[in-house]
């Protein structure tokens, strides 16, 4: 039998879809939860307060945002990694305060990609994830760190500075949201902070994305299922469907081949010999796919337009 060594997965690049005691909510019904890409990066300007808004008026279960340190270690709501991909401005988030951030124009390139002339006055800065929570006080968060140049043991202790602080009228913030990142060593960051609290006071996490993806991949290729059972929560993340290189050691060298990792009814259910798992679809954005995500059971679904999905959702009876 082949021996695929899951280590070496390469990340292909392009993707076949789109891309608690105090726990956060999880539906009782069989529908997903529509969960905002970037509060609805299709729907407004990525990551700012009237996406968010616009997105819960759509009506989005739960919101995606992407968060980034500042020049004063406060974090923000931003993606890329350089501010003139989205904005009128240049350089790194973190080589600005978020006073700074607040007055760049932050839907410059949503404007111009959707031909929408800027109304005078109107202005949409880069805001802090304090903003953020206090401005939806009881909306359930998702918060995908992307920080390229932080340190990770910083950016943890402004999480839980930031996570800590939950303020009167709010619901309390660190059940409401959950932290996600591609890179382990935020999470470890994090895990590192939790040991110093007690589990009322510890930030929510996902598994890492290597440790889904590989898990996924020994189901597909193998029909391997090594995932415990202890009945600890575990929320995953993952698209349902992505393209990848599959590195197979032999003997006499090494052979290379692309497969596409998909979600199906054998790979849920191995996930889910845990009874306290959650699992969320990432890259659902057609009629198809969400159809495909219900019949699974996924707890949530992470969509780009929850302007469509209102319609998509309202049809599927």
Same mark, same amino acid.
């Given at each position: 039998?082949r021996?695929y060594?899951m280590? !070496?997965?390469?990340?292909?690049s392009s993707f076949?879809?789109?891309a608690?005691?105090?726990t956060?909510?999880? $539906? ?6 529509i969960?905002a ?5 299709? +729907?407004?300007?990525?990551? !700012? ?12 279960d739960?919101?995606?945002i992407t968060l980034?340190l500042?020049?004063?270690n ?7 990694s350089d501010?003139k991909?989205? =904005?009128?401005?240049?350089?790194k988030?973190?080589?600005?305060t978020?006073?700074?951030?607040a007055?760049?124009?932050a ?10 002339t800027?109304k005078?006055?109107v202005?949409?800065?880069?805001? =802090?994830l304090d903003?953020?929570l206090?401005q939806?006080?009881t909306?359930?968060?998702y ?14 202790k402004a999480?839980?500075k930031? $996570?800590?602080?939950?303020?009167? @009228?709010?619901?309390n913030r660190l059940s409401? !949201?959950?932290?996600y ?12 902070v939790?040991?110093t ?12 994305? +290597?440790?889904?993806? =590989?898990?996924?991949?020994?189901i597909?290729?193998?029909h391997?299922c090594? $995932?415990? !059972? ?24 090494? @052979?290379?081949?692309?497969a ?8 849920? +259910?191995c996930?889910?010999k845990?009874?306290?798992?959650h ?6 954005? =057609?009629p198809?796919d ?6 699974l ?14 319609k ?6």
């Amino acid at each position: 039998m082949r021996n695929y060594i899951m280590a !070496t997965l390469l990340l292909s690049s392009s993707f076949a879809a789109n891309a608690q005691s105090v726990t956060l909510p999880v $539906l009782s019904s069989p529908k997903p939860q529509i969960i905002a890409h970037r509060g609805g990066t299709a +729907d407004a300007p990525e990551n !700012t307060l009237p996406a968010i808004k616009k997105a819960l008026d759509n009506g989005a279960d739960a919101i995606w945002i992407t968060l980034q340190l500042s020049k004063n270690n406060i974090p923000v709501l931003y993606r890329p990694s350089d501010l003139k991909e989205l =904005t009128n401005q240049s350089g790194k988030v973190s080589a600005y305060t978020t006073q700074q951030l607040a007055q760049v124009d932050a839907n410059m390139a949503y404007d111009k990609k959707n031909n929408i002339t800027p109304k005078p006055g109107v202005h949409i800065g880069i805001p =802090t994830l304090d903003d953020v929570l206090k401005q939806f006080p009881t909306t359930t968060f998702y918060l995908d760190i992307k920080s390229p140049d932080a340190n990770p043991a910083t950016f943890a202790k402004a999480l839980q500075k930031t $996570l800590e602080e939950t303020t009167k @009228g709010e619901k309390n913030r660190l059940s409401r !949201t959950r932290v996600y990142s591609t890179d382990d060593t935020y999470l470890t960051a994090l895990d590192a902070v939790n040991k110093t609290n007690d589990p009322s006071h510890q930030i929510k996490r996902f598994e890492s994305r +290597d440790l889904t993806r =590989t898990q996924l991949a020994n189901i597909t290729m193998d029909h391997k299922c090594n $995932l415990p !059972t202890d009945n600890k929560e575990r929320w995953y993340g993952l698209e349902l469907h992505r393209n990848v290189e599959v590195v197979e050691k032999y003997t006499l060298g090494e @052979g290379r081949s692309k497969a596409v990792l998909s979600w199906d009814k054998e790979a849920v +259910d191995c996930f889910r010999k845990n009874t306290n798992a959650h699992i969320i679809f990432f890259g659902i954005n =057609t009629p198809e796919d969400y159809k495909k995500a219900k019949e699974l059971g996924a707890d949530g679904v992470m969509v780009d337009s929850p302007a469509k999905f209102k319609k998509i959702v309202s049809e599927d009876k």
